[in-house]
């Protein structure tokens, strides 16, 4: 990795959430002096495909790839195999897919993928969870799936800047939190209902912070990704 990707601007990872290839790789380009992870999600992932993760890491970058895999413990586990042959660094699956599941993933992992679990996503309520048939209470059924992940043997897990101190608190240090919903101050939320500042983040104990939008859409990402670097510093 390049030597001037050093804290703070390597705690951030910049979610690609752009529809098309040459939006994606214009942003690294302009973006690689400072950030070293891209995340590419679901939709740049289904445009453009491991074709465009190899463009990326063909620039020295890192990928996280967020496809929140969720399916039998066999089909997950060739998953996270074709990750590791593409060369990511980072790849998400869903904790609810249950224990035989992260257990078939870590085993197909190799050492430089990490495994981060995603809980109960943020767009769900008490009353969706409800309706899926989990009758405990979120917050509390957010720790029950974490704690399965971390005996599961996942590297880290998705959480929400209002759950990264209680997680932090109560796993073992070596579990990685990976943070998104991240407003810097004077930023728009958007459809983020309950966002933290990336500073308030990294104090309450995450180790990688998850941001979009306010990079992505700022008319100069670079800029922006300074002014987020000057907050952290402070
Ligand atoms: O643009 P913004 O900073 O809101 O982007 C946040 C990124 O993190 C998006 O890619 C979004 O899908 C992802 N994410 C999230 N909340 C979660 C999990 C992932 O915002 N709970």
Redesign the pocket.
């Known amino acids: 990795m390049n030597s001037q990707w050093k804290a703070p601007a390597g705690k951030i990872i910049v979610?690609l959430?752009v529809p098309t290839r040459p939006e994606a790789l214009r942003l690294v380009e302009q973006l690689s002096a400072q950030i070293s992870i891209f995340?590419v999600?679901l939709q740049l992932f289904t445009a453009a495909g491991p074709d465009l993760v190899r463009a990326i890491l063909g620039t020295g970058a890192r990928v996280f790839l967020?496809l929140k895999l969720h399916d039998i413990p066999n089909t997950v586990a060739r998953a996270v195999e074709a990750a590791n042959e593409l060369g990511v660094h980072m790849l998400t699956l869903h904790l609810s897919g249950g224990r035989a599941m992260m257990e078939a993933a870590v085993a197909a992992r190799n050492d430089s993928l990490l495994l981060l679990g995603?809980t109960v996503?943020?767009?769900m309520d008490q009353a969706a969870l409800r309706e899926t048939g989990v009758e405990t209470e979120l917050s509390q059924h957010v720790l029950k799936l974490a704690r399965l992940g971390a005996e599961s043997g996942v590297t880290g897990l998705?959480a929400?800047p209002h759950e990264v101190k209680v997680l932090r608190d109560k796993l073992a240090a070596q579990i990685k939190l990976v943070v998104?919903?991240?407003?810097p101050a004077g930023t728009e939320a958007?459809?983020?209902k309950r966002v933290m500042t990336p500073g308030d983040a990294l104090q309450a104990g995450a180790d990688y912070l998850?941001?979009?939008?306010?990079i992505?859409?700022h008319r100069d990402p670079v800029e922006a990704v300074t002014r987020i670097c000057d907050e952290l510093s402070r």
């Open positions: 979610a959430d995340k999600g967020d995603v996503l943020t767009s998705v929400s998104p919903g991240l407003r958007a459809d983020q998850v941001i979009g939008r306010p992505t859409g």
